[in-house]
Nanobody, 115 residues
Framework: QVLVVESGGGLVQPGGSMRLSCTASGTRLNIYNVAWYRQPPGKQRELVAEITPMRFTNYTDAAKGRFTISRDNAKNTVYLQMNGLKPEDTAVYYC?????????WGQGTQVTVSS
């Protein structure tokens, strides 16, 4: 059974930084495409960033220049480093791992950017 778990969320002031982690049990993340999504209050879930097994990365416009996605295969973890956080970054952040038709989502971690 594969279980994906996000961690690292919380409350941060505007302009601050936060690092989210995505780990998995029951599988090795290094063979998966892994993506971070977020769902702001009252809005649909949206892609933030993604990384391939070969470490190719892709960012949406909202994340470019402020967020960095990376992976540490030894720790079976994918990170999302978020800098320069804005109130509009407030959302539940989800990790999705996918390989072919298989995909696994975590339960999400809340990020709140507020003074």
């Amino acid at each position: 059974q594969v279980l994906v778990v996000e961690s690292g969320g919380g409350l941060v002031q505007p302009g601050g930084s936060m690092r989210l982690s995505c780990t998995a049990s029951g599988t090795r993340l290094n063979i998966y495409n892994v993506a971070w999504y977020r769902q702001p209050p009252g809005k649909q879930r949206e892609l933030v960033a993604e990384i391939t097994p070969m470490r190719f990365t892709n960012y949406t416009d909202a994340a470019k220049g402020r967020f960095t996605i990376s992976r540490d295969n030894a720790k079976n973890t994918v990170y999302l480093q978020m800098n320069g956080l804005k109130p509009e970054d407030t959302a539940v952040y989800y990790c999705r791992s996918s390989l072919g038709r298989n995909e696994f989502w975590g339960q999400g971690t809340q990020v709140t950017v507020s003074s």
